[in-house]
């Protein structure tokens, strides 16, 4: 039988976001006999709909103080004490403070996940933050990311020794999606079997830059008249992207839906699956969309090219509105060409993608990590 672990899991925010989604599915999956705790250190838990086979970490409020860093890592260390966990999960850049309070000395194991970068940084690493990365995370366990052009950064601008860093991709449960969309659910936003329906499903935040999308579908929209930008997600940008579609697009063309915590419900309505991001790695709604079947239009950012199929992979170009623009005017212009990228998509992901693969992975970078 497994080694039961207590291990803690620290994330910048626990919102509905790709990194906590990814998570929750391994939780939801694992069958290892470990005791999850999670800390938010912005105290935001809106991801834990999604799970129950973890607890909130207990950490005095205020223990760890925002704005000063020694503080904030003494803070840390305090709390490691308190927490008292057998290995240390720490995830992108928001948790470094964590990294850096369990090095000096090494309280327990730590192993690092990091799934990419915020806006500030889509062009290049900040300078600052590339040393502090260098210094810490060379120095884990084990650093796991979910995309070859992130792997190559960790060797070559963290140093993170090879035998320490492991490329893990992200992997979906595609049976959920092997199914229908919710018929009542699909109807309630004014769609139907006959509309053409262009999808996106993301948090509503810069780097997400669905602006780019709004813009790209206004530039279409006459010629494809019947056709809807339907937008699954929730975010700071709302109120600004609503404005926008409003200003450039045909009024009720573009929905917004807000968040659908079970995206199977409605991704099998999209007709196209469109991703508009400035900084991506390995996008798991990309996945989800490819498990339903469907063609993906998108920025060339991260892995995202060579996660679709060859034959999709035209489609995947540029980070220009009209580059986007172009790619969707054709695969609703060639109804049938989407349906086979789709197929072809299906078929891909069941092989190279399973959650099966990636849960009993995950199991075993944590016991080797403390093991090491």
Not at 121 to 138: A, C, I, L, V
Not at 148 to 169: D, F, G, H, M, T
Request: charged share 25%; hydrophobic share 40%.
């Amino acid at each position: 039988m497994a080694k039961s672990l207590r291990i803690l899991h620290v994330f910048p925010s626990f919102e509905l976001g790709g990194s906590q989604r990814r998570m929750t599915t391994y939780l939801n999956a694992s069958e290892a006999p470990h005791n999850h705790l999670v800390y938010a250190m912005d105290d935001c838990y809106d991801a834990a709909e999604l799970s129950h086979h973890f607890r909130a970490a207990r950490i005095p409020p205020g223990l760890i103080p925002k704005g000063n860093l020694l503080n904030a890592i003494l803070g840390c260390r305090r709390a490691l004490q308190q927490t008292n966990p057998d290995l240390l999960v720490t995830y992108n850049w928001g948790s470094i403070e964590w990294a850096m309070a369990n090095r000096w000395p090494k309280r327990c194991p730590i192993v690092h996940i990091q799934d990419g970068f915020g806006e500030d940084e889509r062009d290049g690493e900040n300078p600052k933050r590339q040393f502090m990365r260098k210094m810490t995370y060379s120095r884990c366990n084990r650093v796991i990311v979910p995309s070859n052009k992130l792997a190559a950064l960790a060797r070559e601008s963290w140093k993170v020794p090879e035998k320490r860093l492991s490329y893990v991709p992200n992997g979906i449960d595609t049976s959920l999606f092997d199914r229908a969309a919710d018929t009542a659910l699909t109807t309630s936003f004014g769609l139907s079997h006959s509309t053409p329906v262009i999808g996106t499903v993301a948090r509503l935040t810069p780097e997400k830059n669905i602006g780019r999308l709004i813009e790209a579908f206004s530039k279409i929209e006459n010629k494809h008249s019947n056709a809807r930008l339907v937008i699954v997600g929730d975010g700071v940008g709302m109120a600004a992207l609503k404005m926008l579609a409003e200003r450039i697009c045909v009024k009720g063309r573009v929905i917004f839906t807000g968040t659908i915590n079970e995206p199977q419900t409605i991704v099998p309505a999209f007709d196209i699956f469109a991703l508009s991001s400035d900084t991506e790695q390995m996008p798991i709604s990309v996945l989800e969309a490819m498990a339903a079947g469907k063609a993906i239009a998108s920025t060339d950012v991260g892995d995202t090219k060579h996660m679709v199929s060859e034959t999709n992979q035209r489609f995947i170009k540029g980070r220009e509105a009209d580059e986007l623009a172009d790619s969707l005017d054709v695969l609703l212009s060639d109804p049938s060409l989407a349906k086979s990228l789709g197929e072809a998509n299906k078929s891909l992901v069941r092989k190279r993608f399973s959650l099966d693969t990636m849960v009993k992975t995950y199991d075993r970078l944590f016991m080797e990590a403390v093991s090491s």
